[in-house]
């Protein structure tokens, strides 16, 4: 047994991280008795020695000589040897799938001898100097880190000479030409000759793929995706078969069903006469898998029953990269196909059908934010729209947003809150910062498997590629496409779904789930624990919520009524008023309106209970920006009308507003602080609250409403509050003789709270975490202010790994949680506790959550499905961990 | 043994909190063998016993029989005997003195014939008649409750009708007709007959006592000074003795050494043929003690020499209340006295150079608040004044306000922020919430042991009594002196110390300390285990701070440097420049500005260490507000003025403050988050200070700066500043070839930093607990909106118990600081933890720093020797408990 090297024949599927994914799957082959080219795999472990030691382990190179000599046997070739000649990719594969992030050299072993040898024995003199060139191009960009336009530059020029478009026009004599003039400008770049021994190549080769772990893409692309960096790359040294050997040759990819709508049939895409990186780099646009059958249908039937034969060995979508060298097939990689939102619901809900996987695995296999991907907007078809071009659907949903033309800028502007549309040729790995920020992204180039549809598809985000006709001009920053121009800037729409290109903004509508979400959901509800509820301040938004699953509201915030347009002057009268009658009499003239549309909420959410959120907002929030006023004051004083009405009313509001100003409204006089003060507030909304439910109660409909007071730091205040909240019920009960529950509770949304939550919860039925605010008070940053401001800097200099406003914080926010749901318990056995700031729509927060023994989240009606699934996925990690 | 009386006999000094300080020391002087009319007390049980069932508790009465018969057989006299009636005093006496807080009813015993019985037996028959005349009100007003001055309405008119001008000279056969008359009042009033029967008197009379315990103005004067409620007041019943007998009697009350300086001097006032309470009311201005030598020179000797004997007694400075009865002497009351900050000093510390008492009881026996008491500024002598009257200096300060005619508008507009003097003829307990909240107190009655008097000097508060030349119009809100008028809202000045009263503002100075203060906090900080430094900002301060008492400086602000006239240019040139260049050539032109700052103040502490904390506030501290931009800009448009210079400029700065706003910007852009994105302003502040140090030490100076980073939340904030601090500190020491320490740490002052303290600590040398913000993200309020708009409601019903930007808030805010604090040291066991909020200078809050392991206070130079002394006080307490 070695210690650093195993060859395909030893290996499995289960030494995934040890032999990257790419080995593993390999060796998985091999066992299965698939056509796969020999070779032996590296280990991960050797690549973590080496990126401690920064030198290759003690005994690797001899175990490499050791495997070298056994790929000779299997392959009848031998590194080297220039009669029979052995070539041989070099490929990364980690444990994890990091498509295109790491570097790969094919065609290792050729030099002058070899390339000859190639020549004589294939009796194909332009395939073995193309190779020739193909290689050192490679090796001088990924080993030697060389650039490459520089031989593109070359190549190009050659072709130029030649008179002929493509290379694969450019005769053998041309190319030996070229590699002659590559192994030059190779020696005057590197300032070394081109190494020569295909041996040391190798070695080289090794070391640049172990080394390719921490490039800066590589990072990226880690820190987006969570992978951890101590996993280290694999290398994967296989016997080279040549999909370019003439026209009954070809390499391609294929998924085993559609990636994009989880249907089930072979998509993908190859090239005849080409190699492998030819489909991956989107540089020839390739043709649909379909076109194989008519092409070589014996080719296409053993690739067709290899690709059942791996999808039910994996019980999962394969994602294959074949060759076929002279009508032979060999598969080169199988792995789990990225896909789709919409895909991979399907197909997880299809396979538990077929019998393939069970329920569960089904439900585990579909993650949250894919189930968030299916929440997109579509466009409207019945809105206007000016159709700009059309492209591949490489990733579905709609986005709006401006043409950028770079990833930097992408990025940038896309952090600082803009919605972007990045505008490129094509993506590479250096962009996938920029597709992070983007809305969307749009390639002129490429196809369904290309990088950028990958990446895009990964992410959730809307992506069109191959759009053939834009003409994009990076240097003019701008793009035409049938005699029309646009500038960066300028707004598209893009419909990821449907490939089409948009001028302006288009409408967009509602998405359409599909029916395999609601049963994929349904078992997931048998599988949570956790209570979803969402955040709805209206019927419309509680009648969605009941749509989507929700099981109650857990927050119903009374603010946006207040802000509604005919009843804005009434509530300024409140805060205007000089004492409590002058008040009272504004209240009297909200109620009736709160009453209406508290029974709009609960009849909708009925027999389902409706956590309904006092006033919170600081008054002056209710009047216009105090600046406003100043400016409106000074200008009128300038002109001189200090008689008129305008000028006096606004003075007035100015007066006011001035005396309501606060240095910090996140922490001023806000949430129970106003109920203490202002105790007639509360009281108008508990009658009103209280009458709804009495009224509806009374005709039947089993309204249920949950009192909850905002910000309470000290008993004390609750207990004030729900005193008050008591006496009305009682007197809203005595008044109608309807009999109803009072269920009173408090957000717990600053750190005292959460540090005396065993006082605290003498008082409540229920706790439910304002993590927006708790957050804020713990870290002492708004969100506004971080977000605009410092946190991007702190999320990129590693100081925070997440945003915590949109995944809790574990270490802080997170103790607190704990401290409060276990000392609110130990003091009231039966009291709930929920959360209902943003993060409980998100799933690692969810999982946390679970964690700390919740017994609901809450959160925005359309994440309540990513929380159902979310909840069932942190529900059976429990179980796992128990 | 009885269960609920101790007659005098029995009791003692021990006994306090069962027969209340003044039962106690009545006890304590008949045992010593002073002359004390007899008498016995009903225990503070006996009133908890009471409250709880809103009845006597079994038995009481019999004891009081009891009691009775054994005080006629000490007395002579038999309570309602109609030949030689018994007189007695009722009055409470809780275990913690509460001046005038309860209720006394003085001459119980008398009807028609008693009356009678005293006149025959006295042969002074208006002395019988008075005395009923007297038993009647009080009964009325403390027992039933009836309106005092409906009986003071029918007195003076009987005054008017006799044609005199004091009760003394009303005639006997007219208050006959008084007696008579008052009884009808009382019997139209009360609805029932006034109760003949001395005994049923009695035991009204002790209900009444027992309920006077929660009198709205008993619990307001618990609050004030933090008294339990669950104590319960004793009641005294004592054989009447009376010093309105004619020349030869008198009544006074006296402290043993000057309660307003500390002079070892009898002082204190008495009236001749007058009653007990006709001194304390301040109805009639009495004589200073001293006259009472040449009135009367045996009692006066008799009243020294006991004097003497009961400060010895007891150990401590006396207020004693006597009664001459025909020239005997009596003591009705001995309990220590309330004085002045001075006299509590100098009297703690001649006290123990007189052997009285030990250093540590001398310690113990000043407040920390006395010790802040005199560091009140005094007038500047230099200052002009406008001298506006001359009273009693009843206790000292200085005080600037405007005048308030009523409690209620002082207290509402004290804690509204205004600084306001309460004025009044004289003040009562009802007025005490207008006390707590005023800066001074005027009144134009009464002598140097008044109400207002003793309540002022016991809050500290600049008082003066007795400024007879004011006349003071209540009804018009106004008062006049020797032909000036004065209104409500007019601003005058008092000298607490010389009872002088100014019109308008007189500048103050320095307080001066006097030697006693230095003797005493010396004892104090050999004492203490907690070390004390200041906040100091600037040289001066620091200086300041050493002299008094300071062993370093905890906190140097970094701020108000920047804000000085000729750098504000500089520092806001670095703020709009565009890039990281334009911005070091502004700090490069701040650093030998920044090095001098700290020169001076590292120099002034020298060998002490010096905290400085790097800058702390938002960049926008620094520019004009947004609004005045705003408004500068919108006029000078409508004025056609776009293409002014100025105009430019505010636009300009109005462009980047927009940029720099904040919502919240307590939440914002500040501390240790300016270091992470702006590194190169932490590093010009860590450069001059490394700089500054170097060449102190050059200079043989031993200059110790430590480096504090502000608002850090996550450890990896804390490890980027202090890397970047290290660095700075390796590049100073090497180019100035000065070996100094590097000691950088941290504040605690948002939660997240003390739930994390663990791994915070791995960075840091010292943790320094920023409990003004602290307490703000903790309890989610900032300090200036609260305490503007909700925190007076707050402490008003009881949600909080204290302002807790004053006082720690042990629950939460103090919660935190355990868990940092352990934490902290739990992983670096060396770690220095210290606090320098303003709550670093507060007693109760010193008390729980020393509780939690601190090692250090640090608070404003003012509060270093209140810190001094309470750091003492804490030790001790410590001491007791361990």
């Known amino acids: 047994m070695r210690q650093w090297i195993s060859t395909f024949a030893e290996g499995g599927a289960d030494q995934r991280r040890r032999l990257g994914g790419k080995g593993a799957g390999l060796a998985e082959m091999v066992r299965a008795g698939l056509p796969v080219p020999p070779g032996f795999t590296i280990t991960t472990d050797a690549c973590l020695a080496f990126l401690r030691q920064d030198d290759l382990p003690e005994g690797l190179v001899a175990e490499i000589d050791d495997a070298l000599s056994q790929l000779a046997k299997e392959s009848g070739r031998r590194l080297g040897d220039a009669i029979n000649p052995l070539l041989v990719s070099v490929r990364s594969g980690a444990a994890v799938s990091m498509p295109g992030m790491m570097d790969t050299v094919l065609n290792l072993g050729l030099n002058e001898a070899c390339a000859a040898g190639i020549a004589a024995q294939s009796g194909d003199e332009r ?20 650039p490459l336009e520089r031989f593109e530059a070359r190549l190009e020029q050659a072709r130029h000479e030649a008179g002929v478009q493509e290379d694969r026009q450019i005769s053998a004599p041309i190319l030996r030409r070229v590699v002659e003039d590559h192994l030059a400008l190779y020696a005057e770049l590197a300032k070394s000759p081109f190494p020569t021994d295909p041996r040391s190549q190798l070695l080289s080769a090794v070391r640049a793929v172990f080394s390719s772990w921490n490039n800066p893409r590589a990072k990226v692309y880690r820190r987006v995706h969570s992978i951890p960096e101590d996993m280290g790359t694999a290398v994967t040294v296989q016997a080279m078969v040549f999909g370019n050997r003439g026209e009954d040759s070809a390499t391609g990819v294929l998924f085993t069903r559609n990636p994009n709508t989880g249907e089930r049939a072979l998509t993908g895409e190859f090239l005849q006469n080409a190699q492998g990186e030819d489909v991956v780099a989107g540089i020839r646009t390739p043709l649909p898998i379909s076109r194989l059958k008519e092409a070589m249908p014996e080719c296409y039937r053993q690739i067709a029953e290899v690709s059942e034969l791996l999808e039910r060995h994996y019980q999962d979508m394969q994602d294959i990269e074949f060759t076929i060298e002279e009508g032979r097939v060999f598969l080169l990689q199988t792995r789990s196909a990225k896909r789709s939102s919409r895909a991979a619901v399907k197909t997880a809900v299809d396979m538990a059908a077929e019998g393939l996987i069970e329920q569960r695995a089904a439900v585990a296999r579909v993650s949250p934010e894919e189930v968030a991907g299916l929440l997109h907007r579509t466009l409207d078809p019945k809105a206007e729209h000016d159709l700009l071009a059309e492209g591949l659907p490489a990733s579905p949903g709609a986005a709006v947003g401006t043409i950028v033309f770079d990833a930097e800028r992408a990025a940038e502007q896309g952090r600082s809150g803009q919605s972007v549309i990045l505008v490129r040729p094509e993506t590479a790995p250096d962009d996938v910062h920029g597709i992070v920020e983007a809305a969307g992204v749009l390639t002129s180039r490429g196809g369904m498997t290309c990088h950028a549809a990958i990446v895009a598809r990964g992410m959730g985000k809307p992506c069109i590629v191959g759009c053939e006709t834009l003409r994009i001009d990076l240097a003019q920053r701008r793009l035409t496409v049938a005699g029309r121009t646009l500038v960066e800037g300028d707004l598209i729409t893009l419909d990821g779904s449907s490939g089409k290109v948009y001028v302006g903004q288009v409408a967009t509508q509602e998405p359409d789930l599909g029916p395999e979400v609601g049963v994929l959901l349904g078992w997931a509800d048998q599988m949570r624990r956790l ?27 009374t603010e946006h009524m207040f802000m509604a347009k005919e009843r804005l002057p009434v509530v300024r009268r409140m805060i205007m008023a000089e004492g409590t009658e002058e008040r009272q009499a504004a209240l009297d003239q909200l109620l009736p309106m709160q009453r209406q549309d508290f029974m709009g909420i609960l009849r909708a959410m009925a027999p389902h209970p409706v956590t309904i959120r006092l006033l919170d907002p600081p008054l002056h929030e209710f009047l216009p920006h105090i600046s406003d006023l100043e400016v409106e004051v000074a200008v009128a004083r300038e002109r001189g009308e200090e008689a008129s009405d305008s000028y006096r009313q606004a003075a007035g509001l100015l007066r006011r507003a001035k005396v309501l100003a606060e240095a910090n409204p996140m922490l001023g006089f806000r949430g129970c602080r106003l109920g203490v003060v202002y105790p007639e507030i509360y009281e108008m909304q508990a009658r009103s609250i209280f009458q709804a439910m009495a009224a509806l109660r009374k005709e039947g409909v089993m309204a249920e409403a949950e009192v909850m007071i905002p910000l309470v730091g000290m ?86 790994s997440d ?72 529900a059976m990690a429990a179980e796992e961990v128990s």
Chains 1, 2 share one sequence.
């Open 803 to 874: 945003n915590p406003f949109a995944t809790l914080d574990r270490d802080g926010v997170g103790a607190l949680m704990k401290l409060a749901t276990e000392q609110g318990r130990s003091r009231q056995k039966k009291l709930k506790v929920g959360i209902c700031g943003e993060h409980g729509g998100d799933p690692r927060s969810i999982a946390l959550c679970q964690e700390l023994g919740l017994n609901y989240v809450s959160c925005s009606p359309y994440r309540v499905p990513v929380a159902r699934l979310a909840a069932a996925h942190a």
């Open 715 to 800: 008993r004390q205040e609750l207990a004030l509050m729900r005193e008050l909240v008591s006496r009305v019920h009682a007197e809203v009960s005595h008044a109608t003789g309807v009999t109803m529950p009072l269920v009173v509770g408090t957000m717990i949304e600053v750190p005292r709270a959460a540090l005396t939550a065993a006082e605290i919860a003498e008082e409540a039925e229920f706790f439910s975490f304002g993590t927006n605010d708790l957050t804020q008070t713990t870290f002492g940053f708004s969100r506004d202010d971080a977000e605009g401001k410092f946190l991007p800097a702190y999320l990129e200099r590693g100081v925070l």
């Open 531 to 557: 209570g979803v509820r969402a955040n709805a301040d209206t019927p419309e938004d509680s009648v969605r919520a009941r749509e989507l699953g929700a099981e109650g509201v857990g927050l119903c915030r």
């Open 127 to 146: 395939f073995a100097w193309d190779a020739y060139r193909r290689f050192i191009q490679m090796y001088a960009n990924v080993v030697a880190q060389l």
